[in-house]
């Protein structure tokens, strides 16, 4: 069956004295063991929560990793580095990865097969932007961003995937979708999953919803039937209420 995840998306926030804050607190309390919890810092300290949290529950993320393999592309870092730190997860096609440094369905491809071939777990981001949702065009969007930059990969490697479905209309806006809307998008995202891979594969990945996703939401969203947990941003860089997002299954 398919994993309860939430990942905390720190984004580019945080100093090192803060981070180790953070992650104190959030061994301090108590959870599900149910629940997979992923915290996904800045590169630069990947390395120290992992040591830092070795002997718990739990794991450790990165934003984004290059789409080549290794050489001379300054300021990239790569899978098999990330891997080679001990780093489980990997977020892929974040919506700010594809609006500020124009990242595309056929990079983010790349990107998710060296992550697989590195022993990742990627976490593949798809959603529509609010001019998308208005024209009615967000289902067409999805499907392009799913089958472009997952498609190509075998009913083995699915499985290894976690897919977020995040309307960049409700990151950080505060705006989130309503469970009509969410639980919508999450079954057409699922049954394109169905038609590719069959039914057992299709219900045993997890899709997480990520927008403005916070202790007063969760339950409500993680209550339906396809939504499988939360990528969450603002509300994962306060101890409290990261924990209280994974208690709200
Ligand atoms: P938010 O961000 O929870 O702050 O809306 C979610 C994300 O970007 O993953």
């Known amino acids: 069956m398919r994993k309860k995840i939430v990942a905390g ?6 100093s090192l004295p803060e981070a180790l804050e953070l992650v104190g607190a959030i061994k301090t309390l108590s959870y599900s063991n149910e629940v997979q919890l992923i915290v996904v810092p800045p590169f630069l300290y990947a390395k120290t929560l992992v040591d830092e949290l070795s002997g718990t529950q ?5 934003q984004n990793c290059a789409k080549q393999e290794k050489g001379a592309f300054t300021g990239e870092v790569s899978a098999s580095m990330i891997q080679s730190v001990g780093v489980d997860y990997v977020i892929i096609g974040h919506s700010e990865r594809r609006a500020y440094f124009s990242e595309n369905n056929q990079d983010l491809a790349l990107k998710v097969d ?3 071939a590195n ?3 990627p976490i593949y981001c798809c959603g529509e932007i609010i001019e998308e949702r208005n024209s ?3 289902f067409e969007v999805v499907k392009s961003q799913i089958s ?3 498609f190509h990969l075998s009913a083995t490697q699915i499985q290894k995937c976690i897919i977020a479905y995040e309307p960049v209309w409700a990151i950080g806006t505060g705006v989130t979708a309503t469970p009509e809307q969410a639980q919508e998008m999450h079954q057409f995202i699922r049954n394109l999953l169905k038609e590719k891979y069959g039914e057992a594969d299709a219900s045993s990945i ?21 939504v499988d947990g939360g990528l969450i941003g603002g509300a994962s860089l306060v101890a409290e209420d990261f924990i209280a997002i994974a208690n709200s299954f």
């Open 119 to 121: 022993h990742l777990t």
């Open 206 to 226: 997890s899709i997480l919803y990520g927008g403005s996703c916070n202790p007063q939401n969760a339950k409500e969203l993680f209550a339906l039937p396809d």
């Open 114 to 116: 060296l992550a697989l």
């Open 9 to 14: 998306n720190w984004k580019m926030n945080k």
């Open 58 to 62: 739990v794991s450790v993320g990165v």
């Open 148 to 150: 472009e930059g997952i």
């Open 136 to 138: 009615g065009n967000y």
